[in-house]
């Protein structure tokens, strides 16, 4: 009964090659999150979009890119990967109300970079 | 800047101990503040807060947001070497959902 899913949950690869890691929800969530934790820190927001209106962190490096082609999927894009990128990426939704705004984690994608 | 600050950074706590983690924030359009357990995987949610004064309780784990003092605790009685995770609060505005550093919980037998 998973409800967000990442693909892959492990990603090896090279430096400066483009990579893409994937998320999926069931949930028919209208916002979508996409952050990176490095290990021993707290997960840092790099992105989110409320349906199609996508919202960048002012900090996230341009490196990182987003697609939301619909509803239920969202990408995330690292076009030229770093040894700096290696980190968990962890992919959320939530459907914000006046009394709820609890998010649902994905069990993320650990990238390496060779 | 919207900032959240946890403290302490790190505890370490025998079996049985109670304690008592803080959070504190600066958030414009605030809308609620979360807290999130997370081991070595990701988060899972404990509670969310949005009204001052109200405890919210799970078996030995409780929390309450206080909007006058623009803080959070998080309570967790009789501790076993279960809870030992990174205790993350989160606060959500405009439809974001931003963390603080995380207070590392350990707790030796």
């Known amino acids: 009964d998973a409800m967000v899913i990442q693909n892959p949950r492990y990603q090896v690869t090279q430096f400066g090659k483009p990579v893409t890691l994937s998320c999926s929800q069931t949930?028919?969530?209208?916002?979508m999150y996409w952050y990176q934790q490095k290990s021993s820190q707290a997960p840092k927001l790099l992105f989110h979009?409320?349906?199609?209106?996508?919202?960048n962190e002012a900090d996230t490096p341009d490196n990182f890119q987003s697609r939301r082609p619909n509803t239920s999927f969202c990408f995330l894009d690292i076009r030229s990967p770093g040894l700096g990128d290696a980190a968990m990426y962890l992919c959320?939704?939530?459907?914000?109300?006046?009394?709820?705004?609890?998010?649902?984690f994905g069990q993320g994608t650990r990238l390496t970079v060779v | 800047e919207d900032k959240v600050v946890q403290s302490p950074l790190s505890l370490v706590v025998h079996e049985g101990d109670t304690v008592t983690l803080n959070c504190s924030y600066e958030v414009t359009n605030f809308r609620s503040l979360l807290w999130y357990k997370q081991e070595k995987k990701a988060p899972t949610f404990l509670f969310m807060l949005?009204?001052?004064?109200i405890e919210k309780k799970s078996g030995r784990l409780s929390s309450i947001l206080d909007k006058k003092e623009l803080s959070s605790i998080l309570n967790i009685t009789a501790t076993q070497t279960g809870d030992s995770a990174i205790y993350l609060c989160?606060?959500?505005?405009?439809?974001?959902?931003?963390f603080g550093a995380g207070t590392t919980v350990t707790v030796r037998a």
């Open positions: 989160a606060f959500t505005n405009d439809y974001k959902l931003s």
């Open positions: 979009y409320y349906d199609k209106d996508f919202n």
């Open positions: 959320a939704t939530s459907r914000p109300t006046a009394m709820n705004t609890e998010a649902f």
């Open positions: 949005t009204s001052s004064g």
């Open positions: 949930l028919n969530h209208n916002v």
